[in-house]
C-alpha cells in the first residue's frame, strides 16, 4: 500500500490528478463513494476539477470523476464508453485524449502536454478518519458497532405486523 508522511498527504489535498496517478500505479484502489471520490484517507467531490485540460476547442480541466470513470472503462470501446458516461452522468473522456491520459495514469508516460498545474483552479480534498474508509478495518469495526439500519417502510411494516399479533392475542384471550 502507498504510505506517505502527513505532510505528502497534505500536499495532494489540492491536487486529484497526481493522487489518480499514483494510486494507478500502485494499484490501488480508488473508489466513489457517494459524491466522492475516494484515495485511501483523502476524497474529493467527484466533480473537483483536475490539472489535465481537454483536447477540445474551449480545453476546459477534467473533472476526477470523468478520470476516474476512464479508468474504470478502459476496456470498453470508445462508443460504449461514451453511452456508459452519459448513463451515469460523467463528463466522457474524448477520444484524442483517451490513450495519453491513460499512459498518463498507469505510469507508462511521465508527462503530458495536456497537464496544466498552473492554470488548474485549485481545489480543496479532505482528509477522512479511517473509519469513513471502505475497506479499512477501521471501516468494519465502525459498520459492526453501528446499529442497523431500518428504512421508514420497514418501520411502518413492523408497526402494523406488530398491531396485527396484539390484535390477534387480546382476540385470543378475549375467546
Not at 464508453?81 to 477520444?95: G, I
Not at 502536454?113 to 475497506?135: R, Y
Not at 431500518?150 to 390477534?168: G, K, L, Q
Amino acid at each position: 500500500p502507498l504510505q506517505r508522511p502527513i505532510m505528502d498527504v497534505a500536499a495532494t489535498l489540492s491536487d486529484p490528478l497526481t493522487l489518480l496517478r499514483e494510486f494507478t500505479v500502485a494499484k490501488e484502489a480508488v473508489l466513489l463513494v457517494g459524491e466522492h471520490i475516494v484515495f485511501g484517507r483523502v476524497r474529493f467531490p467527484r466533480g473537483a476539477l483536475t490539472a489535465y485540460r481537454a483536447f477540445t476547442k474551449d480545453k476546459p480541466f477534467y473533472p476526477v470523476d470523468a478520470l476516474w470513470f476512464l479508468l474504470e472503462k478502459q476496456k470498453a470501446p470508445h462508443g460504449e464508453y461514451v453511452k456508459e458516461c452519459a448513463a451515469n452522468a460523467v463528463m466522457p473522456v474524448s477520444l484524442p485524449d483517451r490513450r495519453a491520459l491513460l499512459n498518463y495514469l498507469s505510469g507508462a508516460t511521465d508527462s503530458s502536454p495536456s497537464i496544466d498545474m498552473t492554470g488548474a483552479p485549485f481545489v480543496q480534498g479532505e482528509l477522512v478518519p479511517a473509519s469513513a474508509v471502505p475497506g479499512t478495518a477501521a471501516y468494519d469495526e465502525a459498520m459492526a458497532a453501528a446499529p442497523a439500519e431500518t428504512d421508514e417502510a420497514d418501520e411502518i411494516f413492523m408497526d402494523a405486523e406488530a398491531r396485527a399479533e396484539e390484535a390477534a392475542a387480546a382476540a385470543a384471550a378475549a375467546a
